[in-house]
């Protein structure tokens, strides 16, 4: 994996533009990269408080690079192909933060310092927004965005939802029209500010929609018990599981273990164990300590194609990927 210091980053995206789409409303550049470590395209698009970024990188090799501002930092990533990895350098609330293969996620940050890492090439787009204009947009009544306005609001770092979300045809096609917008001066002023708030709209009600609890109440011993079941999944994430053999551990019946968990870790058992495997068999690759046969028998797979089919699917590149 190559490392890269903060300097050698500004010396990677040192850019020479190569076209122009600008007009008096909307600056709109297409710019290009030459690196050993990263080539690179972006299409660069800035309206009064909103910066778009679609960014089409190959890597090589996998990079890790560093990265330091003193802006807040409020954005909207739709990771479109490919993987991306931001570790914060101070132990805040959202100090990992995963966006996997086809996913997206909405984030604040007040300030940034720390380190990116890609595994592979990659398709992305960025929506980055000024604090005023985000407090314009709503009226300066953060509150119907819960938890994210009100870190907004005081300058503290948040992350919506426990994790990333699958980007939506829907969001696709809103994509694209940003992107192959063919109205000029004023009018595409307009119209791709209005498809940034519709991409932020969608964005915001499918994180509300699968952060909906369901209807169960769960008491403290509940909760114990589901937490302990939960540490028996992190010890023993290769163990064969079946949805009896987990309720009996934790002492429940079938639907109380489902709804219980997901409203309690914000997500499927199955997705959880999914999850943890999938973590688990990375840190197991990047150690390069086991073969990926090995790797897939001791995350409960009876055969490797199956394995490096859920590998790729979670983290957009085959487990042998990562050793080149």
């Not at 018990?225 to 949805?243: E, F, N, Q, V, W």
């Not at 495997?277 to 790797?295: C, E, F, P, Q």
Request: positive net charge; contains cysteine.
């Amino acid at each position: 994996m190559k490392e890269v210091s903060a300097q050698t980053f500004q010396e990677i995206f040192r850019a020479e533009k190569v076209q122009s789409l600008s007009d008096a409303y909307v600056s709109d550049e297409i710019m290009e990269f030459a690196h050993p470590f990263v080539t690179a395209k972006h299409r660069i698009i800035k309206i009064d408080g909103i910066s778009i970024i679609y960014r089409d990188w190959v890597v090589p090799d996998p990079i890790s690079l560093r990265t330091v501002h003193e802006q807040p930092f409020l954005k909207m990533q739709f990771e479109i192909e490919g993987h991306s990895a931001f570790t914060h350098k101070m132990p805040i609330s959202c100090r990992h933060i995963d966006i996997l293969h086809g996913k997206h996620t909405l984030l604040f940050l007040p300030e940034v310092d720390g380190t990116l890492f890609y595994p592979n090439s990659r398709k992305v787009l960025d929506i980055t927004f000024t604090v005023d204009f985000f407090k314009k947009l709503f009226g300066m009544d953060m509150s119907p965005l819960g938890s994210l306005g009100n870190a907004i609001e005081k300058s503290i770092p948040h992350l919506i939802g426990s994790e990333s979300r699958v980007i939506t045809a829907t969001m696709g096609k809103v994509i694209y029209d940003i992107l192959y917008c063919e109205f000029q001066g004023i009018f595409k002023k307009t119209y791709i500010e209005a498809k940034v708030i519709e991409l932020l709209n969608l964005q915001l009600a499918q994180f509300r929609k699968e952060s909906t609890p369901p209807n169960i109440k769960l008491r403290k011993e509940d909760r114990d018990r589901l937490h302990h079941l939960k540490d028996l999944i992190d010890t023993k994430p290769g163990a064969s599981y079946s949805l009896a053999q987990l309720a009996e551990v934790a002492g429940f019946n079938d639907f109380k273990l489902k709804k219980g968990f997901k409203e309690l870790f914000g997500q499927t058992v199955f997705g959880y164990i999914h999850d943890v495997r999938m973590k688990n068999a990375y840190s197991l690759l990047k150690r390069g300590d086991h073969t990926v046969t090995d790797i897939s028998y001791l995350m409960g797979y009876k055969y490797v194609h199956h394995f490096s089919k859920a590998f790729k699917k979670k983290f957009g590149f085959t487990p042998k990927d990562i050793g080149k």
